[in-house]
């Protein structure tokens, strides 16, 4: 069983900044990917940023210049940096590992979710 576990939500005024940080633990050998999604109040879910392990990136438009998501492979562990936040940034967000694959025997797990973190930007 892979578990992700989501840290560093909280209450920022507009133009402040929190970072963001989840940690996969399990029997995991590799994860091909690592994202943020948010979910504001009665809208869908959507995605933020994602990286690969490759360390390619793509940013939802509505955060690119103001969030970068990073990565430590070795721990499993990604991050999001949010920067000049907007109430609009509002949200539950969401960490989620695709593509990921078991210690021996290398199995292939299902795509698995954090259980969230609030992010409310307000004044």
């Known amino acids: 069983q892979v578990q992700l576990v989501e840290s560093g939500g909280g209450l920022v005024q507009p133009g402040g900044s929190l970072r963001l940080a989840c940690a996969a633990s399990?029997?995991?050998?590799?994860?091909?990917?690592m994202g943020w999604y948010r979910q504001a109040p009665g809208k869908e879910r959507e995605l933020v940023a994602r990286i690969t392990s490759g360390g390619s990136t793509n940013y939802a438009d509505s955060v690119k210049g103001r969030f970068t998501i990073s990565r430590d492979g070795a721990k499993h562990t990604v991050y999001l940096q949010m920067n000049s936040l907007k109430p609009e940034d509002t949200a539950v967000y969401y960490c989620?590992?695709?593509?990921?694959?078991?210690?021996?025997?290398?199995?292939?797990?299902?795509?698995?979710w954090g259980q969230g973190t609030l992010v409310t930007v307000s004044s």
């Open positions: 989620k590992a695709d593509g990921i694959t078991s210690t021996y025997p290398y199995n292939r797990y299902p795509a698995v």
């Open positions: 399990g029997s995991i050998f590799s994860i091909n990917a």
